[in-house]
């Protein structure tokens, strides 16, 4: 069981055999055979043209405000056992493995994936300075992998797509645990399949510890206190089980319920005066703006890699697929405060904005108050300091140019090198989404800082350190990330839209870190022929940094011509 709280099958509801939300089953109908049919055409067409098209008329409003029973408790997913080694390195065993989970009270079950259980996996805790050892086996009857999104890493242990775990096989990344606590999860990162791989169930946190973090008076008594939230949505049939997603538009499959930890309908009994969430988007395609229905402050106190240096009061919290945020909300005793969703600002035009769940609202979860709360210490006034990346010592200037399913013009190729970084530079990326649809970006083994947003300096809320920022259309946002020791030539390391649909398509690229000078292999491991795109794969171009026609990504010497040509 990869959950603490007892599966909601074996749980008593107040109405039994209920499936979730029925009232809503004869439009998801409707909505089923409308997704169906434009299913059909773009596989028929497999071009971003249609998904204009689909944005017209390819999802309707969702609004599940007030309609949600929150009939079984929330499930926390367990900490993950591990011990240490010989050489005191701290050791987890997981394995992937096949289930079935019951979403909520009286549905039938769905089968699913999990990691050490049904759904999701449990929660990895390592502390900074520690090194660790995954053991990950795939039990699972087809190829996956595991990702540690977040994590500053060697390339080779980062899980990528070209770290393939055959089923039967046992892989066994090792690293050192070298950056400040923070919310990070895993993941598959299986090439063309990362949504269906997360979407069956494959995803947990693992969280940092360190010093700083320790000494800071936050909840953090884990389960009580200070609790993951993993959220995703989904649709279901009228027995409950999961389904085909009801809506499609720009940003992919979009369910019409929201699952919590792997419940639909979760309710939180809180028996302390504050309580951490730490909320991760786990969704496919959906971005969420998390609110307190009383419209009180949620206290944003991390974000993708780490504290902030001060708490931000927020009476909103957007978080695009992959975002991380903790969050301190203050309750009084005896009250219900329900989370709720409300429609996050994606910055796309009414037509897309509607297909890609930027009008939709939804009941998140209840909280409820013990009459007797234990008394939390307030929030301190600030809490860690941040080390400030100067643009100055900046070595290279690149952009990213996302458009369809494209990152400078260009779709994933397993074999091609985008550019070599520097081990122990400065870089500053201009990401720009020139699309209409949403896309956001993440990079792998760095955090980053936001140095600008269309030129301003970054709101409070992106002042930490970040892996993953939305990218509203024509607002360029600028980062700067430092690049650590570890380098190799071999296996790179991925930069994405981690909308996992356009992910899967191509909306991807790979870098590699080399000491100054040094050049990637031109044949890199990893690539098992499932391209999702098999029309341009002969000729695989040199894994040396590609200046034909594509000089959107260069370094810094030629830095100085980027924009021209792009239209911008
Ligand atoms: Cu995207």
């Given amino acids: 069981m990869p959950f603490t709280e007892p599966n909601a099958a074996a749980h008593r509801s107040p109405r039994p055999g209920r499936p979730p939300a029925t009232r809503r089953s004869r439009r998801r109908r409707l909505l089923l055979f409308i997704g169906a049919a434009f299913g059909v055409v773009l596989l028929a067409t497999g071009t971003a043209t249609v998904l204009a098209l689909l944005g017209l008329i390819g999802a309707a409003r969702v609004d599940t405000t007030g309609q949600v029973e929150f009939a079984q408790p929330l499930p926390v997913p367990p ?16 394995s992937a493995q096949e289930g079935s989970t019951v979403f909520a009270p009286g549905a039938a079950p769905t089968d ?33 992998t595991m990702h540690w999104h977040g994590m500053h890493l060697p390339a080779a242990m980062d899980g990528g797509p070209h770290s393939e775990i055959e089923p039967g096989q046992t892989w066994s990344p090792t690293w050192l645990i070298d950056q400040p606590a923070a919310t990070l999860w895993y993941h598959p990162h299986t090439h063309g399949l990362t949504e269906e791989h997360v979407g069956r169930g494959l995803a947990g946190m693992f969280i940092l510890d360190d010093e700083d973090a320790a000494e800071l008076d936050l909840p953090s008594d884990y389960g009580v206190d200070d609790i993951p939230l993993i959220v995703q949505d989904r649709s279901f049939d009228d027995e409950g089980r999961v389904t085909t997603a009801a809506g499609f538009g720009p940003a992919g499959a979009l369910g019409d319920e929201l699952v919590v930890n792997g419940a639909v309908g979760p309710y939180l009994e809180v028996s302390t005066e504050r309580v951490r969430l730490r909320v991760l988007n786990a969704s496919a395609a959906r971005t969420y703006a998390f609110t307190a229905d009383d419209g009180r402050d949620l206290m944003l106190i991390g974000t993708d890699g780490g504290l902030l240096e001060a708490p931000v009061a927020q009476q909103e919290v957007m978080l695009s697929p992959g975002e991380r945020a903790e969050i301190v ?32 609202h939804f009941d998140v979860l209840e909280l409820r108050a013990a009459r007797d709360l234990t008394e ?11 080390p ?11 952009h990213f140019e996302m458009r369809s399913f494209e990152i400078n013009g260009r779709s994933m190729d397993m074999n091609r090198v985008d550019f070599t970084a520097t081990a122990r530079t400065t870089e ?17 083994d760095v955090q980053f800082q936001v140095l600008d947003v269309d030129g301003d300096p970054p709101p409070p809320h992106l002042r930490g350190w ?55 292999v031109t044949e890199l491991a990893g690539d098992h022929g499932r391209h999702h795109d098999d029309g341009d794969d002969g000729g695989h171009e040199s894994a040396e940094h590609d200046h034909g026609g594509h000089d959107h990504v260069h370094h810094h010497d030629d830095a100085e011509q980027h924009h021209g040509g792009h239209g911008h």
């Fill in 79 to 94: 900490v993950a056992e591990s011990h240490l080694d010989a050489e005191g390195r701290r050791v987890f065993d997981l």
């Fill in 112 to 144: 699913t994936w999990g990691v050490n259980g049904d759904y999701f996996g449990p929660t990895l805790r390592a502390e900074r300075g520690e090194e660790v050892l995954v053991n990950v086996t795939n039990d699972l009857p087809e190829t996956t």
């Fill in 329 to 360: 909300v203050t309750m009084e005793p005896g009250e219900d405060v329900v989370l709720r969703s409300g429609p996050p600002e994606l910055g796309v035009r009414a037509m897309q904005d509607r297909s890609s769940g930027g009008q939709d």
């Fill in 376 to 386: 939390s210490p307030p929030l301190p006034d600030e809490l860690v300091t941040i």
């Fill in 388 to 398: 400030r990346l100067e643009e100055a010592d900046a070595t290279a200037h690149r």
């Fill in 428 to 444: 500053v990326w201009e990401l720009r989404n020139t699309h209409g649809d949403p896309h956001n970006f993440h990079v792998h």
């Fill in 466 to 520: 970040k892996d993953t920022v939305y990218l509203p259309p024509d607002v360029p946002v600028r980062v700067i990330m430092q690049f650590g020791d570890y380098t190799d030539a071999a296996v790179p390391y991925m930069y994405h839209c981690h909308l996992l649909w356009h992910e899967d398509e191509g909306m991807m690229g790979q870098f590699v870190v080399l000491e100054d000078g040094a050049r990637p």
